[in-house]
């Protein structure tokens, strides 16, 4: 019997505008860039709407409606709920349309997607517990298990969700973790007791996200029927396949005209015609499947790059500053108790716009540059740069004005 | 076999006004490198060392070192000269033209290959007297030198005829290729870009002992260089402007002037005008070691274009390891990623990239160290091969 787990990222940060030297001390409006821009937020969010979120969340209605078996998983960060709800409420709507049929699970994060558990706990948590309220009053629900922004994890992480009383934590199937071990199972972390933890099958995953319309690859095309197969293959040495990928695969980083949304309208119906086949959601695996061993994370892994690292976000001269700086300031935002900076300051710490910094593979015009509303890793810097100096300068016109 | 070449270029290093006898002595070395024998010809006797090649001289009579810069503008030039002389730049080119015949039966080679309009004369001669290929190479056209100010109709029609005449046109960056699209009306298929490049062994373990700018440096002025002449072409005037707003928000900075031309007082009257003369070191025209000395001594290094065929100079600096501020309406913005870029005419966002790197020193860190790296890629020898590649579809030779 295999089981198998859909799970689907829902983001998209607040990207900066175009903040300049001269905003700086004038201009608190970090987020605004006008309609027509590249980083304008509204422009984004209402075009992801339109080509993935709404015709693959009907696609996943019909399959919910056609499939008694089938379920699905998301995770929404705190900052596309909150996109959702001003730019494009038809789209929510159609989200909480299909958690409304209770074979859809919502994963718990951090609200602004942030890598807040690498620099403070203590943001990590309030985060977490901001994400959990606005599921609670967008969708009525409590979510139980745990996903770290781009499956960022280590064994400490483990524990200490574990003592958040979490359920569960979902992580990459790195090679260079589990060695010879197979993803295929329910996994315990380093020092735990109950928690569990379920390793995205990247092979079989990334054949969807990365792979699907690469006519250089050599299994293209990629048909349902095929997949399925190969899914069915692991049965017998695995309890279950985690399928995790961005959402926006669908329609977005593989178009409409690739055939991503027949793809997806077949696969239950061809994973399903092989009986050992069922779908769970996370908590269901969680209860059902036992957890065959340890396993020991000692470093930082990510779902990231070849390396499965941090470094797309960490880790070059300029991410590593802007990160210090932001933290920096941490303590004096949060005490200022002004509502509209603590939120600006949180929204730096999505981790999308360190990302943009990165400089690893700038000049190859891979991915990066792909998602990269900035034309280079410097420009992201320097308005980033610029909007961390003014924040100061509002803390400091505070202190002034008390 | 190697291949031959007769080559005809205007003026080499030492003996140079700017990027066109550097890039000629560049690609010749690296084509050397790559067993292609060169025959290069020089209007006139200079004391010039480049033992990689055959070096001819026309020795066309009258011609004056630097007088016939290939920059110059006509009515700068000088006036009293003997009438069977040459009198002005463009009785030099005819004179040189005229040369080329005698110098074209002289020599063995399998193609000609002249470097801008200054040439072209000369080798069109050659091609007429020994029947073998013309290529031509596009370091910059009048619409670049003109720097939208207009152009000369004379100039114009011996570049059109050098490219109609040639075989194959090598352009030192797409965005000179649009230039000759758009304004000469070439067929694209006859165009191959061919980026300039450094030597990467050049800028290794670059030290100075001392530099005149430490002084500066010690009293924590940062130091930000314009270098390049001073015409319209280049865009000093911006470069000023950018100064005058940058001062503003990082008062502590130098803002140093390489290069002469004929704006200089223009731009030292504004400099006063504009409050900064204080801020504003002139150094005229700098080569060898103290040009190096201000590449290395500067924090930052900005090249504001109005039209920049290929941009050696910001080559120059990234290797350098001084980061720079390129102009989009450049050719070597089609080669660097790790450099900033800002329209010519956008002073302020000039101004606001200037102020980050000099306020953000992990911006600068960063900067410096993944452009040293990229500049590596932009080679000679890359400009060589591809040269190669050229000279063999023009003589029906296939790669083996």
């Known amino acids: ?402 | 076999m190697p291949i031959k070449v007769l080559m005809f270029g205007w003026e080499l290093p030492p003996c140079n006004s700017g990027g066109l006898g550097t890039a000629c002595y560049g690609l010749s070395q690296a084509l050397a490198n790559q067993n292609v024998d060169i025959t290069f010809v020089l209007p006139q006797r200079v004391n010039v060392k480049a033992d990689f090649m055959r070096l001819v001289f026309a020795d066309i009579q009258g011609f004056n070192w630097p007088d016939f810069s290939p920059y110059a503008s006509f009515k700068y030039l000088p006036k009293n000269f003997p009438p069977e002389m040459a009198r002005d730049l463009f009785s030099a080119v005819n004179l040189y033209a005229k040369r080329a015949a005698d110098i074209a039966k002289k020599y063995n080679y399998d193609i000609i290959h002249s470097h801008d309009w200054l040439c072209f004369p000369a080798g069109i001669v050659a091609q007429q007297v020994s029947s073998k290929p013309l290529v031509t190479h596009v370091h910059a056209t009048e619409f670049d030198r003109g720097g939208g100010q207009g152009i000369n109709p004379m100039v114009y029609a011996v570049e059109k005829m050098g490219m109609d005449k040639s075989e194959a046109i090598m352009p030192v960056s797409n965005f000179t290729k649009n230039i000759i699209l758009k304004h000469y009306q070439i067929d694209s298929a006859k165009i191959n870009v061919v980026h300039n490049g450094i030597n990467p062994e050049e800028y290794v373990n670059q030290i100075d002992e001392s530099n005149p700018l430490d002084a500066l440096k010690k009293a924590g002025y940062k130091i930000v260089l314009f270098l390049g002449r001073l015409t319209m072409q280049k865009g000093p005037d911006y470069f000023l402007k950018a100064a005058a707003r940058s001062l503003e928000y990082y008062p502590k900075t130098v803002f140093l002037v390489v290069g002469s031309g004929d704006m200089e007082n223009q731009m030292i009257n504004l400099a006063v005008q504009l409050g900064i003369s204080d801020k504003v070191l002139f150094a005229g025209f700098l080569r060898g070691q103290m040009l190096n000395q201000a590449f290395r001594a500067a924090d930052l290094f900005v090249m504001p274009s109005v039209s920049e065929p290929f941009g050696m100079t910001a080559l120059e600096s990234v290797a350098t390891g001084t980061p720079a501020i390129i102009s989009k309406q450049s050719g070597v913005s089609e080669t660097l990623g790790h450099v900033l870029k800002a329209d010519f005419w956008d002073v302020d966002e000039m101004t606001n990239q200037i102020v980050s790197v000099l306020n953000y020193p992990s911006l600068h860190k960063s900067l410096k160290e993944n452009g040293k790296e990229e500049s590596k890629n932009v080679s000679w020898q890359a400009a060589a091969s591809k040269t190669i590649n050229v000279y063999k579809k023009v003589l029906g030779r296939k790669k083996k």
């Open chain 1, 1 to 402: 019997m295999s089981a198998i787990c859909l799970y689907f990222q829902v983001h998209q940060p607040y990207r900066i505008k175009k903040y300049r030297v001269f905003d700086i001390g004038n201009d608190h409006n970090y987020f605004d860039s006008p309609d027509g821009s590249r980083l304008s937020n509204k422009d984004v969010l209402q075009k992801v709407a339109r080509k993935s979120y709404l015709p693959t969340n009907q696609v996943i209605l019909e399959l919910l409606k056609k499939h008694p078996e089938f379920k699905v998983a998301y995770s929404l960060s705190g900052v596309v709920m909150e996109q959702l709800e001003e730019y494009a409420p038809d789209a929510l709507a159609s989200f909480q349309e299909l958690v409304a049929t209770g074979r859809v699970e919502l994963l718990s994060e951090t609200y602004y997607h942030s890598l807040s558990y690498i620099f403070s706990k203590d943001e990590f948590k309030a985060q977490v517990k901001l994400h959990s309220q606005m599921i609670k009053r967008l969708f009525k629900k409590i979510p139980k298990v745990f996903r770290n922004t781009e499956l960022i994890y280590k064994n400490e992480l483990g524990q200490d969700l574990e003592a958040m009383g979490y359920e569960g934590i979902l992580a990459e199937g790195a090679d260079h973790v589990l060695e010879w071990r197979s993803p295929n199972f329910i996994y315990k972390p380093v020092g735990t007791q109950n928690i569990g933890l379920m390793l995205k099958n990247y092979r079989l995953s990334d054949d969807i996200a990365f792979r699907f319309s690469n006519p250089g690859w050599t299994e293209f095309p990629l048909t349902a029927p095929k997949f399925a197969r190969w899914v069915s293959a692991f049965n017998g040495s695995g309890d279950i396949i985690n399928l995790f990928m961005d959402y926006e695969t669908f329609g977005e980083h593989q178009w409409e005209d690739t055939g991503i949304f027949e793809f997806l309208r077949h696969l239950p119906q061809e994973l399903l015609r092989h009986r050992d086949n069922y779908f769970v959601t996370p908590s269901q695996a969680l209860k059902k499947l036992p957890k065959v061993a340890e396993l020991n994370f000692p470093n930082f892994v990510s779902w990231a790059d070849v390396e499965r690292d941090i470094s797309a976000w960490l880790g070059n001269s300029m991410q590593d500053d802007a990160a210090a700086k932001l933290y920096a300031l941490e303590s004096a935002v949060l005490k200022s108790r002004d509502q509209k900076l603590i939120s600006d300051w949180r929204r730096l710490t999505t981790s999308d716009h360190f990302y943009y910094m990165c400089t690893k593979w700038f000049s190859d015009g891979d991915v990066h540059k792909y998602f990269n509303p900035y034309d280079s890793p410097y420009e992201a810097f320097i308005a980033y740069a610029n909007v961390l100096q003014d924040v100061k300068l509002r803390l400091e016109k505070l202190h002034k004005t008390k």
